[in-house]
């Protein structure tokens, strides 16, 4: 059984950073796609940002060039540097795993950025 489990959440002020982390337990196969999504209250789960095994990465448009997603593949863990935080980045961070034709997600962290 697939198990992601997310870290690194928490309150930061605009213009800060945080790390967020996945590690994936389980049955993984070498080639997938993780990622990281964000969903607020009453709102759509947003892309973020994935990257495949071969560490090809895509990123929404809203966090370009503040973001960076990153993956260990020996430690099946995924992470996502964001830099210069907004007020609107504050969101629940979703994990995400693309597997075969299977998605799996983590329970999700909080990140509020105060102004």
């Known amino acids: 059984q697939v198990q992601l489990v997310e870290s690194g959440g928490g309150l930061v002020q605009a213009g800060g950073s945080l790390r967020l982390s996945c590690a994936a337990s389980g049955s993984i196969f070498r080639i997938n796609i993780m990622g990281w999504y964000r969903q607020a209250p009453g709102k759509q789960r947003e892309l973020v940002a994935t990257i495949t095994s071969g560490d090809s990465t895509h990123y929404g448009d809203s966090v370009k060039g503040r973001f960076t997603i990153s993956r260990d593949n020996a430690k099946k863990t995924v992470f996502l540097q964001m830099n210069s935080l907004k007020p609107e980045d504050t969101d629940v961070y979703y994990c995400?795993?693309?597997?075969?034709?299977?998605?799996?997600w983590g329970q999700g962290t909080q990140v509020t950025v105060s102004s």
């Open positions: 995400n795993l693309q597997m075969f034709e299977n998605d799996y």
